[in-house]
């Protein structure tokens, strides 16, 4: 895989971009395009890290990546949402059970935790003496998450552009209660997913998954309904990738048996209710 030039003014050449498009979607069929620099071509190189090196996270590094995280666009200039950073040892061991469990969470040297946050405009209303019907709106709910996941977006291209990896961490809305209060969450508040934060290990061997084909989530005036063969070469793709790991994988059948029940979603089943508990009402 090509990486990104150090120097952000150095010439990416047709062939490097041809290469990093081909491991992005698997295939050939994506066209080059002459509006490339760096920034692009790192968002095109992203993926998920779980191996870290001992390398630590430096104060500098992670005050970088969260300033860059602030400048995203939010809502109204209501500014949503909030990030918890976890760097204890002791504490992300106590996180890592009610977060998915899973062996990377412990050993990055970093998590992150983007909130959904009306708890400030609680304050201030109430100090204002005026009601917060408004926050009791879904629409309210829905911008504070959706402004803690452009937060996030932000800091992960900051981070993946100073050479350190992320990964996503859904499982953070497992047990959303047990979470919050790990996290000493104040009311109006929730997780809306966690990030790990490190440094590449020497010995990590993750790939970048290809993406489905662009005319399968590009759409021109009008939705084009017409999928499956889309889906079906898509199937081949990412089969043929996971195979290359020495995995037997059926994307298809993946995406069709975690939508078959409620088995796949750890108690995630419950969000809604755990939600409102957590302070909203999201009527």
Do not use: C
């Amino acid at each position: 895989m090509s990486e990104a030039p150090e120097n952000p003014t150095a010439e990416i050449t047709p062939e490097q971009l041809r290469e990093v498009l081909h491991t992005r979607f698997g295939t050939d069929e994506v066209a080059p395009f002459s509006a490339i620099n760096p920034t692009i071509l790192r968002q095109l190189q992203h993926r998920s890290l779980r191996r870290f090196s001992d390398r630590p996270v430096t104060d500098d590094e992670l005050t970088a990546v969260l300033t860059a995280a602030q400048a995203a666009s939010n809502s109204s200039n209501h500014n949503s949402w909030s990030v918890v950073v976890v760097r204890d040892q002791a504490h992300k061991t106590e996180l890592k059970p009610l977060i998915g469990d899973q062996p990377f969470i412990d050993k990055a040297p970093v998590l992150l935790f983007w909130v959904a946050d009306l708890y400030r405009a609680h304050r201030l209303a109430e100090r204002a003496e005026r009601p917060t019907v408004g926050t009791e709106l879904f629409e309210a709910t829905l911008v504070s998450f959706i402004d803690a996941s452009l937060a996030a977006q932000n800091a992960a291209v900051a981070a993946e552009s100073l050479g350190l990896g992320i990964t996503y961490i859904g499982g953070a809305r497992n047990h959303p209660l047990e979470t919050a209060a790990s996290l000493g969450l104040p009311p109006h508040t929730a997780v809306v997913f966690g990030m790990t934060l490190g440094w590449p290990s020497p010995t990590d061997r993750s790939g970048v998954r290809p993406r489905p084909p662009q005319r399968l989530i590009v759409h021109h005036e009008r939705y084009d309904t017409d999928v499956l063969g889309d889906l079906d070469a898509y199937d081949r793709t990412i089969n043929d990738f996971f195979a290359s790991y020495g995995r037997n994988f059926d994307w298809i059948d993946y995406v069709t048996s975690h939508f078959s029940s409620e088995a796949d979603f750890y108690g995630r089943e419950h969000l809604l209710e755990q939600i409102r508990d957590l302070g909203f009402p999201s009527r």
